[in-house]
């Protein structure tokens, strides 16, 4: 009799399992409607020297999209931001970084004050974006998509340095928090599996 229970649980969890792999999918599950609402292309931005720049200049190209800070606790990871950068720029991969003061007032600088800081202490050459907000009525329309859509979810960015990963169509992969380093293995093993 207990073997029999073990048994119709191990199958009942197998079927739960297969179940929630096949609902979470990847973008090829979503319907054209979905799949749009979960693109980056059709937003502008503005660098950190306040240029025009359209998301879709990096059609073709892996991205992976951070919200920063100087004054954080995780501002050491701009460190491996850089070094993932560095390996895998070469093969159509681009950091992007948009400086954040929401949280708990640590991106206090202006632009230019944020961009000597991240060349100074973490040699940053990958491209840094102009300060937006996260909250509100002003939040930056981009990380409202990155945060509201089929793939990813619905929830609110938590702190500063949280990912996201886009595909070379522009379509959100994937999120990661702030304890995640940029140089983990869940985020290198998904860079190197897009960029093929």
Same mark, same amino acid.
């Given at each position: 009799?207990?073997?029999?229970?073990?048994?119709?649980?191990?199958?009942?969890?197998?079927?739960?399992?297969?179940?929630?792999?096949?609902?979470?999918?990847?973008?090829?599950? #979503?319907?054209?409607?979905?799949?749009?609402?979960?693109?980056?292309?059709?937003?502008?931005?503005?660098?950190?020297?306040?240029?025009?720049?359209?998301?879709?200049?990096?059609?073709?190209?892996? #991205?992976?999209?951070?919200?920063?800070?100087?004054?954080?606790?995780?501002?050491?990871?701009?460190?491996?931001?850089?070094?993932?950068?560095?390996?895998?720029?070469?093969?159509?991969?681009?950091?992007?970084?948009?400086?954040?003061?929401?949280?708990?007032?640590?991106?206090?600088?202006?632009?230019?004050?944020?961009?000597?800081?991240?060349?100074? @202490?973490?040699?940053?050459?990958?491209?840094?974006?102009?300060?937006?907000?996260?909250?509100?009525?002003?939040?930056?329309?981009?990380?409202?998509? #990155?945060?509201? @859509?089929?793939?990813?979810?619905?929830?609110?960015?938590?702190?500063?340095?949280?990912?996201?990963?886009?595909?070379?169509?522009?379509?959100?992969?994937?999120?990661?928090?702030?304890?995640?380093?940029?140089?983990?293995?869940?985020?290198?093993?998904?860079?190197?599996?897009?960029?093929?």
């Amino acid at each position: 009799m207990e073997i029999m229970n073990k048994k119709k649980h191990l199958i009942l969890i197998t079927m739960i399992s297969f179940l929630l792999i096949s609902c979470a999918g990847g973008k090829e599950n #979503l319907n054209p409607t979905e799949k749009e609402q979960s693109n980056i292309y059709k937003y502008s931005v503005k660098n950190i020297d306040g240029n025009d720049v359209k998301l879709s200049d990096y059609k073709g190209k892996v #991205l992976l999209i951070v919200n920063v800070a100087s004054k954080c606790g995780f501002t050491y990871q701009y460190e491996g931001l850089q070094k993932i950068y560095e390996k895998y720029k070469d093969q159509g991969f681009e950091v992007l970084a948009f400086p954040c003061n929401d949280f708990n007032g640590q991106e206090p600088g202006t632009n230019e004050e944020i961009k000597n800081f991240c060349s100074l @202490n973490y040699d940053v050459t990958f491209p840094l974006f102009d300060k937006i907000t996260l909250e509100g009525e002003s939040k930056s329309t981009l990380f409202e998509m #990155l945060t509201n @859509n089929p793939r990813t979810g619905d929830s609110s960015i938590l702190w500063n340095f949280e990912k996201f990963v886009v595909d070379k169509d522009g379509y959100v992969i994937d999120r990661f928090r702030s304890m995640t380093k940029p140089e983990s293995e869940s985020i290198t093993e998904l860079i190197e599996k897009l960029l093929k």
